[in-house]
């Protein structure tokens, strides 16, 4: 049974390796970070965050529904255009034991490679949600969290909230 990973945990803060392999076991845990993430009632779930140190993830679409399972995700452009939206983390909980949000801009758009559960290339432009949903979970694979991106006022006050979870 996988374990979310918190705050303070040093997974959070560790570059992940490349998955090798597409096998029984992967696919699995794959399908149970869904089913946690679900239940959370989360829209992404990076490996490190269950304490897998592997480049993959799981995400949905909140307007869709669709879900996207992503070994070895990369970024290989944004656009120039930014925008600031809210975010949380099922990682980055606070005193009430629920994510703590704060705004942070990104890109808005940005066009993801990956390999899918079938060992099949895949390609997208991603924008709005989803395009920060992606971004926010491959973050996770590089040991970056949404709380990196603040300012180191609204850090800290994000922070003194995560204390009060602990």
Avoid at 5 to 16: I, T
Wanted: net charge negative; hydrophobic share 40%.
């Amino acid at each position: 049974m996988l374990q979310m990973k918190l705050c303070g945990d040093s997974a959070l803060r560790s570059k992940c390796e490349p998955v090798s392999q597409v096998d029984d076991n992967l696919l699995s845990i794959m399908d149970e970070m869904v089913s946690m993430m679900h239940a959370q009632n989360g829209v992404g779930l990076a490996a490190p965050q269950v304490n897998i140190l592997k480049r993959f993830l799981v995400m949905m679409d909140p307007d869709s529904g669709q879900v996207f399972k992503m070994i070895n995700p990369v970024i290989v452009s944004h656009s120039d255009k930014t925008c600031t939206m809210e975010e949380g983390c099922l990682s980055v909980l606070g005193g009430d034991n629920l994510p703590v949000f704060a705004n942070v801009t990104r890109p808005e758009s940005v066009i993801v490679e990956w390999t899918d559960i079938d060992g099949k290339q895949m390609r997208a432009e991603m924008s709005g949600v989803v395009g920060r949903i992606v971004q926010h979970e491959t973050d996770h694979l590089d040991g970056i969290l949404f709380i990196d991106y603040l300012p180191a006022t609204r850090r800290e006050m994000v922070m003194r909230k995560v204390r009060r979870h602990k």
